[in-house]
C-alpha cells in the first residue's frame, strides 16, 4: 500500500532522531512510558464515570516484552487507545509545543546533537534513535477495530487494519543492529530495561511490569539438604519495576532539585529549567499535596488566546483533570503543576468540581504559596526574580488591573519598574523606603523607553531635587499606577502633573505673576493652535526644558497612546485634552514673546512649531510633517 509521507515538521524531528549520535538515546523508553501511562490515565478518567469501561484502577498496567531473538522491544499499554484517525493524527504530526521549539532551537543553532534531547520530552519519534522499524497495533476505546500504523523512517508510514483483542496500544520497536559503536542490542536485556525504568519512570503511577528471567535453587524433593551438588532451576515471573509513588507524594527532603526538574521539564515540554519550584504537603481544614513550578520563560502561546491555563488535578493519585484552571487565578496562569487531593471525590463531574469548596480552598492557599514563593524570589535571588519579571510581569500588570483591582493587594509588592535610580528595576517598596526627606508622592513618566524619560523636560526639576522617578514604558503601566492610586499611602503622581511639585506660597505667586506677565503671548498661542490645545500656560515644571505637552482632564496622553494603538481607525476618539506648557524663562520663550509684538506672522510659526516640539517629546506624531519641515526650513532661511 501506498505510503504516506509525514508532515514537514514531522518529517524535520524524525530526521533528527534517526540520525541521532545522542549519547542519552535511552530516553527513549521514558517516552513511550510516558506516553503509554498518558493513555491509561484517560481511560481511567472514564472508567471513574463510565461503568462500561469494564477496569478498575487495579487493571491497569504497562509491559515491557523485549525478545532478543526477533530483536525486538514490545512496550504495551491497555490505555485508551487510537482510532485510525488517531494514529494519523498523533504520529504523523508534532503535536506538541515543546518539540517545535526544540525544532526551532535546532535550526537556530544548526546543531545536530544538543543536550536538549535529554533535557525535556521528545515525544514518540526517539523511538527511531534506537529503532530501525516502528510498529503500533492500537485499538481504541469503544471501538471493536483494530489499527497498525507502520514506519521505517523518512520515507513516511502506513497504516493498515490490524488484529487486538482488547483495548490499547501495543509499540513495537525493532531494534537496531548493533555497530562497533553502538551495542543497541542494550535495549534488549532485560536488567537493563530494569534499571532505565527505575532510573527515568519510576514515579509513573502505573505498574510497569516485566516478565523477568531468573534461576533458583531448586527445592529437594523431601525438603531434606542433599550434601550433594546444589541443583538450580530457571522461571519466569512477572516483576514490577516502578516503585509508583509520584514525586509530589514523596517528602520533600529526600526529592532531589534534579528530579524535580527532570519531571517539570518532561510534563511541560520545556526544555529550560524552571524558576522555581513549590512542593507543599497541607494539612488542616483540606489535606492535599501539590508540586508547582514557575517557569523560566514563557511559552510561545503565552501571551495568546490558545494558552489554556490550569493544574493538573489528581485524587488519590488518579488522574481526574489534566488542566484544572480553577486552581490558579488568572495573574498566576503562568504556573505549573499537580494537586493531589485525597478529599475530592473521585467520580464527581468536572461542573460540579468547580463548585465544590475543597477546590476553592486548595486555589487560595495555592495563591498565598505561589505569592511567598515569588516574594522571597524577589528579596533573596533579585537576578532570578528580574529574568522571571521580564518573562511574566506583563500578566501580574494585567492581574493589578483585572477584576476591578480585586488583585492589586495581593500583587502591588510582586511588581518591578525601571527607575532613574541606577538605571534598574525597583519594587515600590525599595521606591517608598528610599523617599527623601519632604517628598511626598511616588513619581512616575509614561513613554517608549527609560533613556527617552530620563531626558524628559519636565522630569528635570523633579530629578534635580533628588527624588527618583518610575518609568513606565509598558502598555498597561498607566492602567497599573491608575489602579493601585497610592502605595503605602504616597499617591502616585506624573511627572507631567501641574502640581507635581508642590508649591510653595511665594513659588505660587511667582507662577502666578508669570502667567499675568505673560498672558498676551499665552492668548496668542492658544488663538493660533485653536482647537489643537485646550489651553496654553507658563509651567510650573519645566526647568531649562522650553515646552512641554500635558492632559487636561481624565484621558491622559498615554491613555491616548494605547487608545491610538489598539484602535487606529477611531484613533481621535479617545483624544487627551492638550495643554501646551512653556517656560517663561527660557531663551525661545523671549524670542516668541518679542515676535508677538513685532512680527505676528513669525510668532504664529513659532507658536506652530513649539506645538510640534512639544508633541515629538511626548511621543505622539505630529499631525503635519511635511508643514513642520517647512517651518523649521523657513527659519533657517
Ligand atoms: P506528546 O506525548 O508530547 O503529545 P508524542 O509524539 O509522544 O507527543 O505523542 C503524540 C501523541 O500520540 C500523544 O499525544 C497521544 O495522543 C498519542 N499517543 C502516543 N502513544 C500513545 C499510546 N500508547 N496510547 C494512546 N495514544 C498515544
Same mark, same amino acid.
Given at each position: 500500500?501506498?505510503?504516506?509521507?509525514?508532515?514537514?515538521?514531522?518529517?524535520?524531528?524524525?530526521?533528527?532522531?534517526?540520525?541521532?549520535?545522542?549519547?542519552?538515546?535511552?530516553?527513549?523508553?521514558?517516552?513511550?512510558?510516558?506516553?503509554?501511562?498518558?493513555?491509561?490515565?484517560?481511560?481511567?478518567?472514564?472508567?471513574?464515570?463510565?461503568?462500561?469501561?469494564?477496569?478498575?484502577?487495579?487493571?491497569?498496567?504497562?509491559?515491557?516484552?523485549?525478545?532478543?531473538?526477533?530483536?525486538?522491544?514490545?512496550?504495551?499499554?491497555?490505555?485508551?487507545?487510537?482510532?485510525?484517525?488517531?494514529?494519523?493524527?498523533?504520529?504523523?504530526?508534532?503535536?506538541?509545543?515543546?518539540?517545535?521549539?526544540?525544532?526551532?532551537?535546532?535550526?537556530?543553532?544548526?546543531?545536530?546533537?544538543?543536550?536538549?534531547?535529554?533535557?525535556?520530552?521528545?515525544?514518540?519519534?526517539?523511538?527511531?534513535?534506537?529503532?530501525?522499524?516502528?510498529?503500533?497495533?492500537?485499538?481504541?476505546?469503544?471501538?471493536?477495530?483494530?489499527?497498525?500504523?507502520?514506519?521505517?523512517?523518512?520515507?513516511?508510514?502506513?497504516?493498515?487494519?490490524?488484529?487486538?483483542?482488547?483495548?490499547?496500544?501495543?509499540?513495537?520497536?525493532?531494534?537496531?543492529?548493533?555497530?562497533?559503536?553502538?551495542?543497541?542490542?542494550?535495549?534488549?536485556?532485560?536488567?537493563?530495561?530494569?534499571?532505565?525504568?527505575?532510573?527515568?519512570?519510576?514515579?509513573?503511577?502505573?505498574?510497569?511490569?516485566?516478565?523477568?528471567?531468573?534461576?533458583?535453587?531448586?527445592?529437594?524433593?523431601?525438603?531434606?539438604?542433599?550434601?550433594?551438588?546444589?541443583?538450580?532451576?530457571?522461571?519466569?515471573?512477572?516483576?514490577?519495576?516502578?516503585?509508583?509513588?509520584?514525586?509530589?507524594?514523596?517528602?520533600?527532603?529526600?526529592?532531589?532539585?534534579?528530579?524535580?526538574?527532570?519531571?517539570?521539564?518532561?510534563?511541560?515540554?520545556?526544555?529550560?529549567?524552571?524558576?522555581?519550584?513549590?512542593?507543599?504537603?497541607?494539612?488542616?481544614?483540606?489535606?492535599?499535596?501539590?508540586?508547582?513550578?514557575?517557569?523560566?520563560?514563557?511559552?510561545?502561546?503565552?501571551?495568546?488566546?490558545?494558552?489554556?491555563?490550569?493544574?493538573?488535578?489528581?485524587?488519590?493519585?488518579?488522574?481526574?483533570?489534566?488542566?484544572?484552571?480553577?486552581?490558579?487565578?488568572?495573574?498566576?496562569?503562568?504556573?505549573?503543576?499537580?494537586?493531589?487531593?485525597?478529599?475530592?471525590?473521585?467520580?464527581?463531574?468536572?461542573?460540579?468540581?468547580?463548585?465544590?469548596?475543597?477546590?476553592?480552598?486548595?486555589?487560595?492557599?495555592?495563591?498565598? /504559596?505561589?505569592?511567598?514563593?515569588?516574594?522571597? %524570589?524577589?528579596?533573596? #535571588?533579585? &537576578? @532570578?526574580?528580574?529574568?522571571?519579571? $521580564? !518573562?511574566?510581569?506583563?500578566?501580574?500588570?494585567?492581574?493589578?488591573?483585572?477584576?476591578?483591582?480585586?488583585?492589586?493587594?495581593?500583587?502591588?509588592?510582586?511588581?518591578?519598574?525601571?527607575?532613574?535610580?541606577?538605571?534598574?528595576?525597583?519594587?515600590?517598596?525599595?521606591?517608598?523606603?528610599?523617599?527623601?526627606?519632604?517628598?511626598?508622592?511616588?513619581?512616575?513618566?509614561?513613554?517608549?523607553?527609560?533613556?527617552?524619560?530620563?531626558?524628559?523636560?519636565?522630569?528635570?526639576?523633579?530629578?534635580?531635587?533628588?527624588?527618583?522617578?518610575?518609568?513606565?514604558?509598558?502598555?498597561?503601566?498607566?492602567?497599573?499606577?491608575?489602579?493601585?492610586?497610592?502605595?503605602?499611602?504616597?499617591?502616585? /503622581?506624573?511627572?507631567?502633573?501641574?502640581?507635581? %511639585?508642590?508649591?510653595? #506660597?511665594? &513659588? @505660587?505667586?511667582?507662577?502666578?505673576? $508669570? !502667567?499675568?506677565?505673560?498672558?498676551?503671548?499665552?492668548?496668542?498661542?492658544?488663538?493660533?493652535?485653536?482647537?489643537?490645545?485646550?489651553?496654553?500656560?507658563?509651567?510650573?515644571?519645566?526647568?531649562?526644558?522650553?515646552?512641554?505637552?500635558?492632559?487636561?482632564?481624565?484621558?491622559?496622553?498615554?491613555?491616548?497612546?494605547?487608545?491610538?494603538?489598539?484602535?487606529?481607525?477611531?484613533?481621535?476618539?479617545?483624544?487627551?485634552?492638550?495643554?501646551?506648557?512653556?517656560?517663561?524663562?527660557?531663551?525661545?520663550?523671549?524670542?516668541?514673546?518679542?515676535?508677538?509684538?513685532?512680527?505676528?506672522?513669525?510668532?504664529?510659526?513659532?507658536?506652530?512649531?513649539?506645538?510640534?516640539?512639544?508633541?515629538?517629546?511626548?511621543?505622539?506624531?505630529?499631525?503635519?510633517?511635511?508643514?513642520?519641515?517647512?517651518?523649521?526650513?523657513?527659519?533657517?532661511?
Amino acid at each position: 500500500m501506498a505510503k504516506k509521507q509525514f508532515k514537514a515538521e514531522s518529517k524535520r524531528l524524525l530526521d533528527l532522531m534517526i540520525n541521532s549520535i545522542y549519547t542519552h538515546r535511552e530516553i527513549f523508553l521514558r517516552e513511550i512510558i510516558s506516553n503509554a501511562s498518558d493513555a491509561i490515565d484517560k481511560l481511567s478518567y472514564k472508567a471513574l464515570t463510565d461503568d462500561k469501561v469494564g477496569l478498575s484502577r487495579e487493571d491497569f498496567k504497562i509491559t515491557l516484552t523485549p525478545d532478543p531473538i526477533a530483536r525486538t522491544l514490545t512496550i504495551s499499554d491497555n490505555g485508551i487507545g487510537m482510532t485510525k484517525e488517531e494514529l494519523e493524527q498523533n504520529l504523523g504530526t508534532i503535536a506538541r509545543s515543546g518539540s517545535l521549539q526544540f525544532k526551532k532551537d535546532m535550526d537556530e543553532e544548526k546543531k545536530a546533537d544538543v543536550d536538549i534531547i535529554g533535557q525535556f520530552g521528545v515525544g514518540f519519534y526517539s523511538a527511531f534513535m534506537v529503532s530501525d522499524a516502528v510498529t503500533v497495533t492500537s485499538r481504541a476505546y469503544g471501538s471493536d477495530e483494530a489499527w497498525c500504523w507502520e514506519s521505517t523512517g523518512a520515507d513516511g508510514y502506513t497504516i493498515t487494519p490490524a488484529e487486538k483483542d482488547t483495548v490499547g496500544t501495543d509499540v513495537v520497536l525493532h531494534i537496531k543492529a548493533d555497530t562497533e559503536e553502538d551495542k543497541y542490542g542494550e535495549f534488549l536485556e532485560q536488567y537493563r530495561l530494569d534499571d532505565l525504568v527505575k532510573k527515568y519512570s519510576d514515579y509513573i503511577h502505573y505498574p510497569i511490569q516485566m516478565l523477568m528471567h531468573k534461576s533458583r535453587r531448586k527445592e529437594s524433593p523431601d525438603g531434606a539438604e542433599k550434601d550433594s551438588k546444589v541443583e538450580w532451576e530457571d522461571y519466569d515471573e512477572w516483576e514490577t519495576l516502578n516503585s509508583m509513588v509520584p514525586l509530589w507524594q514523596r517528602p520533600k527532603s529526600e526529592v532531589k532539585a534534579e528530579e524535580y526538574n527532570t519531571f517539570y521539564k518532561e510534563h511541560y515540554g520545556d526544555w529550560e529549567d524552571p524558576t522555581a519550584t513549590i512542593h507543599l504537603s497541607a494539612e488542616g481544614q483540606v489535606e492535599y499535596k501539590a508540586m508547582l513550578y514557575i517557569p523560566s520563560h514563557a511559552p510561545y502561546d503565552f501571551y495568546t488566546r490558545e494558552y489554556q491555563k490550569g493544574l493538573q488535578l489528581y485524587s488519590s493519585g488518579v488522574l481526574i483533570m489534566d488542566k484544572c484552571a480553577d486552581l490558579v487565578g488568572d495573574h498566576f496562569r503562568f504556573v505549573k503543576g499537580v494537586v493531589d487531593s485525597a478529599d475530592l471525590p473521585l467520580n464527581i463531574s468536572r461542573e460540579m468540581l468547580q463548585h465544590t469548596r475543597v477546590l476553592q480552598v486548595i486555589a487560595g492557599s495555592l495563591e498565598k /504559596k505561589i505569592r511567598a514563593e515569588l516574594l522571597r %524570589l524577589e528579596k533573596d #535571588e533579585r &537576578e @532570578k526574580y528580574e529574568k522571571f519579571w $521580564k !518573562a511574566f510581569g506583563m500578566q501580574l500588570k494585567y492581574g493589578v488591573v483585572s477584576d476591578y483591582g480585586a488583585h492589586k493587594d495581593a500583587l502591588q509588592d510582586l511588581l518591578l519598574f525601571p527607575s532613574s535610580k541606577n538605571g534598574k528595576y525597583t519594587t515600590l517598596g525599595e521606591y517608598v523606603e528610599r523617599m527623601a526627606e519632604g517628598q511626598e508622592y511616588i513619581y512616575y513618566a509614561c513613554g517608549e523607553s527609560a533613556e527617552q524619560l530620563a531626558r524628559l523636560p519636565q522630569a528635570e526639576r523633579i530629578l534635580d531635587k533628588g527624588y527618583e522617578i518610575l518609568f513606565l514604558t509598558e502598555e498597561p503601566d498607566q492602567f497599573v499606577v491608575d489602579a493601585l492610586g497610592a502605595f503605602r499611602e504616597k499617591a502616585f /503622581k506624573s511627572v507631567s502633573d501641574d502640581d507635581a %511639585l508642590p508649591q510653595t #506660597e511665594e &513659588e @505660587k505667586a511667582q507662577s502666578e505673576k $508669570k !502667567a499675568e506677565e505673560n498672558k498676551d503671548v499665552l492668548s496668542f498661542v492658544k488663538e493660533t493652535l485653536g482647537d489643537k490645545i485646550k489651553e496654553a500656560r507658563v509651567s510650573k515644571i519645566l526647568k531649562s526644558g522650553a515646552v512641554c505637552m500635558t492632559a487636561d482632564g481624565p484621558v491622559t496622553l498615554e491613555m491616548e497612546k494605547y487608545f491610538r494603538r489598539a484602535d487606529p481607525e477611531n484613533a481621535g476618539a479617545m483624544k487627551a485634552q492638550r495643554v501646551l506648557e512653556l517656560n517663561p524663562d527660557a531663551p525661545v520663550f523671549a524670542a516668541l514673546k518679542e515676535a508677538v509684538g513685532s512680527d505676528p506672522e513669525k510668532a504664529k510659526t513659532y507658536a506652530e512649531l513649539l506645538y510640534d516640539q512639544a508633541l515629538l517629546i511626548a511621543g505622539l506624531p505630529i499631525e503635519d510633517p511635511a508643514r513642520y519641515t517647512e517651518l523649521v526650513c523657513s527659519l533657517m532661511k
